[in-house]
Nanobody, 126 residues
Framework: QVQLVESGGGVVQPGGSLTLSCITS????????MTWLRHHPRRGIEWLSS????????AYADSVKGRFTIARDNANSALFLQMNDLRPDDTAVYRC???????????????????WGRGTQVTVSS
């Protein structure tokens, strides 16, 4: 059974930082590219970042480039998203996701995912 469990969300002031974690199980994480998505009530699903299986290739959406950093720990089947300089429009539910097996790098289609977690809420507000 594939499971993706996010944590680390919360309420933070503008300019603050958070680190999100995604603990996975039920599949071979070390050979699987992974992505971070966010769900906003007005914008819908937005792709944020992808990382290849080895962790030596990454991609970011323009909206978070230079502020967010994706990383992975294959030994512990975990995915991370370091978020800096957070803005109010970063407020959303953040989910890690496993792209469909036949999707192609950099997996920017947020709908082309076979699994995703329940998400963790990030609220950026003063």
């Amino acid at each position: 059974q594939v499971q993706l469990v996010e944590s680390g969300g919360g309420v933070v002031q503008p300019g603050g930082s958070l680190t999100l974690s995604c603990i996975t199980s039920g599949f071979t994480f070390s050979t699987t590219p992974m992505t971070w998505l966010r769900h906003h009530p007005r914008r819908g699903i937005e792709w944020l970042s992808s990382i290849n299986s080895a962790g030596d290739d990454v991609a970011y959406a323009d909206s978070v480039k230079g502020r967010f950093t994706i990383a992975r720990d294959n030994a512990n089947s975990a995915l991370f998203l370091q978020m800096n300089d957070l803005r109010p429009d970063d407020t959303a539910v953040y989910r890690c996701a496993k792209p469909k097996t036949r999707s192609t790098w950099p997996h920017t289609n947020g709908y082309a995912c076979s699994y995703w977690g329940r998400g963790t809420q990030v609220t950026v507000s003063s």
